[in-house]
């Protein structure tokens, strides 16, 4: 699914991150940058060792939930790899709305930072952090669209879902959203 957001392309893709030719691919990584299961251990296998050796190096006291920092990528087909700590879901009534969207801006500011015209997330929080995928999506696509309506850059931004049940969370809340 594509929707053009001014001169901007928004794309929700079912797939894997991994396999992603961008110029930044973003990871659902923790407050310590320490790998872990879902997207974050996919990227650190795909992407080797390099990066670990770059955040343990650059941000030894990881990483804010809500913020975003940016290493190398490694073996990945991406230029930059950001990390950015999503909340964990505690109900709903802890901040986890305006942290997740905090997680969409400041990744998108650091890739406009870094002059990356393309960019690819997962879907940041649904799965280990247990935030629900139609609450998450609105979030999501919400911050991504204000963004890219205010910057009007990076050209080209992706959703990269794995699963049925996420590319269908997503394109509901896409299809209203733009309505
Ligand atoms: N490509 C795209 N999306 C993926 C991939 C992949 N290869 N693998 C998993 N996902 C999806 C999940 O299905 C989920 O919808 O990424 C979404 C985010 O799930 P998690 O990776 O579990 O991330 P999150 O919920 O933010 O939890 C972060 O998980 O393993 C850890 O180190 C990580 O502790 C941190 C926590």
């Given amino acids: 699914m ?3 957001i001014g001169k901007c392309r928004l794309q929700l893709v079912q797939g894997d991150i991994t396999q992603q030719q961008v110029d930044a691919v973003v990871n659902a990584a923790n407050a310590q940058l320490a790998g872990g299961g879902g997207v974050d251990g996919a990227i650190h296998r795909a992407g080797g060792p390099d990066i670990m050796r770059d955040t343990d190096a650059r941000y030894p006291d990881g990483c804010f939930p809500g ?50 015209k393309s960019v690819a997330f ?24 204000d963004f890219l309506k205010w910057h009007k850059q990076p050209d080209d931004v992706r959703f990269i879902l794995f699963g049925e049940g996420a590319f269908g969370a997503f394109a509901r809340s896409l299809e209203i959203q733009v309505a």
Avoid: F, M
């Fill in 2 to 4: 594509l929707v053009q």
């Fill in 67 to 116: 913020e975003a920092v940016a290493s190398v990528a490694g073996l990945l087909p991406a230029a930059h790899l950001i990390h950015t700590v999503g909340p964990v879901w505690r109900g709903g009534r802890d901040g986890e709305p305006a942290a997740l969207a905090s997680c969409y801006r400041k990744s998108l500011q650091l890739t406009v930072d870094l002059g990356c």
């Fill in 122 to 145: 997962p879907a940041i929080s649904t799965g280990v952090y247990g935030y629900p995928l139609d609450l998450a999506a609105n979030v999501a696509l919400k911050s991504v669209i």
